[in-house]
């Protein structure tokens, strides 16, 4: 006999729901702590049930990383877990009846019969991959804006120390600048440096490294040894940084392999971004529209309707900052490269649109194709647009 649970999740403590195979309650609310020992109160509480674990089918709302735990938890004890999005859970309730009364038990419960009515209910299983992408993905974003951050104080005591270098290197962030700041991080070094030792390093040129030298001499800059050393050990952390998000991006891409999804098709969707959407997304059927993965992504534009006033004005912004970031990106980069979404963009922008607000519209049409080739598994076929 298969039994069906709700688990209604929150951040201290959590409430279960059990149906039997024929909708009959097993057990109405139990509530445990969200803890080791609420966590064995759990498993002793299914152990009970005399089932093999394969027939018992374990659902909870996707609600962020409170569940996250639980479900690797059931997962590791051999379970079955299903994950469904909040949306088709409150859609489901509402279809049961039109009154309003929201408790965690009727929660636990509700889910628990949403997952027992759902014939399609193994496209909700939990993919511990898609578990691990999104901690990746999410991690390496924190570690990007955390260097991005640190790129712009370097900038600052560059500009302080020596202002006339960025005219003449062009992108200080090269690695031969890094090198060469690290090894002579004050203009009175560099100017004394001998003429061998910067050329030393790789990449940079005689002539530049003249250059370098002669506008050291005559900088209006500061050779203060607190910027000497804030520069140096900005430097180091940026170093650092571009070294964790590589290492992650290895892992990523391994993931991205074994998983194999035609996202990786759409032009100027790489692994990095086309990582970051899968992640976000998790799973496809967890929504029935494009408009409903829109949403998600924080890219319906908010309406304000009061008398005679009926506006449409900017984007939300709600739902997960992650998947929206990758989508406007992803949105740029097929603008970019993609005949047919570089056509698109430029007709909004003929349409009076400022380039942000063109390239949103990119996305949301960007999202319309993700939708479907996530659902049917097709790969991206630039000739079929229309």
């Not at 908010?302 to 739902?319: L, P």
Request: no cysteine; charged share 25%; proline share 2%.
């Amino acid at each position: 006999m298969t039994l069906y649970v709700g688990i209604d999740v929150a951040k201290n403590k959590h409430d279960l729901a059990i149906l039997g195979e024929h909708g009959e309650i097993i057990t109405r609310h139990l509530q445990f702590v969200n803890s080791y020992q609420g966590f064995e109160t759990l498993k002793e509480h299914l152990e009970q049930l005399k089932q093999p674990t394969q027939e018992i089918r374990i659902a909870l709302e996707d609600t962020g990383h409170y569940s996250d735990n639980l479900v690797t938890f059931l997962q590791d004890l051999g379970y079955l877990v299903f994950t469904y999005n909040p949306l088709l859970i409150k859609e489901f309730v509402r279809s049961l009846s039109l009154r309003k009364a929201k408790t965690d038990k009727k929660d636990a419960l509700a889910i628990a019969r949403k997952l027992s009515t759902d014939s399609y209910a193994e496209q909700f299983l939990v993919e511990p991959r898609m578990k691990e992408l999104k901690e990746l993905t999410r991690y390496q974003k924190r570690l990007i804006n955390d260097r991005a951050k640190a790129k712009m104080l370097y900038v600052r005591v560059l500009d302080l120390i020596f202002p006339e270098f960025a005219k003449i290197v062009g992108n200080v962030h090269n690695k031969y600048v890094y090198e060469l700041l690290t090894s002579f991080p004050t203009t009175r070094k560099i100017s004394r440096a001998h003429l061998n030792s910067l050329l030393k390093i790789k990449r940079l040129t005689y002539d530049k490294a003249k250059l370098i030298q002669v506008n050291a001499e005559l900088t209006i800059g500061n050779d203060s040894l607190a910027l000497q050393i804030e520069l140096k050990q900005l430097i180091s952390t940026i170093r650092h940084y571009s070294e964790q998000i590589e290492e992650i991006q290895e892992q990523i891409n391994s993931i991205m392999q074994e998983i194999n999804s035609p996202i990786e098709t759409i032009t100027g969707v790489g692994q990095r971004l086309g990582a970051i959407i899968l992640a976000e997304i998790k799973n496809i059927h967890n929504f029935k529209t494009p408009a409903q993965l829109q949403a998600f992504a924080g890219l319906e534009p908010s309406v304000y309707q009061s008398g005679q006033m009926d506006i449409t004005g900017y984007m939300v912004k709600r739902g997960s900052s992650y998947l929206r970031y990758a989508l406007i990106q992803a949105a740029k980069l097929i603008s970019r490269y993609s005949p047919h979404f570089k056509a698109y963009l430029r007709l909004k922008i003929s349409q009076g649109k400022h380039y942000n607000v063109a390239v949103s519209h990119v996305a949301k049409k960007l999202i319309r194709i993700i939708f479907h080739l996530l659902k049917t598994n097709q790969t991206f076929d630039e000739t079929k647009l229309r």
